[in-house]
């Protein structure tokens, strides 16, 4: 039996690599979509564009604005000099924050009273500006804290003291491109297993099969064999990626990730082998693999906290194995997350696995006879 097993894997890697499309799904959507949340898909803000109203002669007020200048987050464009000419910049997008320090700033501060400073921010992206209005907390409060000690003024009764654990400098790339791993691994062993027998039916091969002495399970086994392999090398080339090129830290033991990655593409084969059983052309396979991908995706918690998700919603998430498999591999990365902590995780995903395998099989036996 396992000779005929292995002589199938060998038949399905041949035809993957005969085939422009299979190679292709295979090398090229990784490697793009790995450049892209690695470098462009960033929660950061680097090189904020925005415009300077400053009413304020004296001193503290042309220190506050320099602040904002020099700061490698922070790019001014434009320079204000009435209210006139604040909308206008605005809405072009020219500028997406204004800096607007009051007339009577430095002689504020120097009363001991607080000073007069109004920031606009464009908000057609929510997101956007609630980071901005971060960055812009931040600095007014360092600007702020060292003020008082030059001038000799008191500090406040309480300062906050800010320690962001596992993620230091708070950099968005370390929670995303681990994230990748799974994104790229479920997209690569989904597409690939859901073209595997219908590329049988649509080249005409699938009848051969049927007068071979392989049992029904022989066959499903041997065409989710090469689906193991290459979510395993896809993992493998991801990670060394993401530590060696990105140097996001792994903290976490490497036996657990394989542990959890063998569960996960258990049950991500599952669903491809059930796309593969019911499509009868690769292009049926192709649209099924998407209409499973794209919601497993959204609903993963790799971009939104699945928390802020609506209650029924959340309910769905539960039959998803990329929610369970994106909080191993982001435990293992950043947070060192033992074995022990992470088989709340595992267990779920072993039993979706068995479910889709037994689906899989089921109708596949169906169709096949």
Known sequence: MLRRIYALAIKEFLALLKDKRSRFVIIVPPLIQLL??????????????????NEDTGPAGR?????FTAAPNFQQVAVLSSDAEVAPVVDSRTALMVLHVGPQF??????GRPGPVQVIVDGRNSNTAAILLGYVSTMTAD??????????????????EIRAWFNPNLESRWFLVPGIVGLLTLLVTTLVTALSVAREREQGTFDQLLVTPFRPGEILIGK????????????????????????????????????????????????????????VTQQQGLLGAFLFLVPSVMLSGFATPIANMPPWMQ?????????????IVRGIFLQGTPFHLLVGQLWPMALI???????????FRRRLY
Do not use: C, H, K
Not at 315 to 327: K, M, S
């Open 143 to 160: 600007f702020s804290s060292e003020w008082l000690q030059r001038s000799g003024g008191s500090p406040g009764p309480a300062r906050l």
């Open 106 to 111: 430095s002689r504020e501060l120097a009363a």
């Open 315 to 327: 309910e769905l998430t539960l039959v998803n194995p990329l929610r369970y498999f994106l909080v």
């Open 224 to 279: 989710a064999l090469p689906g193991f392999i290459l979510g395993f090398a896809e993992m493998t080339a991801i990670v060394l990626i993401a530590t060696l090129w990105f140097r996001v830290p792994l903290r976490g033991e490497i036996a657990t990730l394989y542990v959890g990655l063998f569960f996960f593409l258990a049950s991500s084969i599952g669903v491809g082998l059930m796309i593969s059983s019911l499509a």
């Open 63 to 67: 220190e506050l604005v320099e602040r």
């Open 353 to 363: 696995g068995a479910v889709n395998m037994a689906a899989a099989s089921f109708l």
């Open 36 to 53: 892209v949340f690695g470098y462009a898909a960033t929660f950061d803000l680097n090189r904020i564009p925005f415009a300077v109203y």
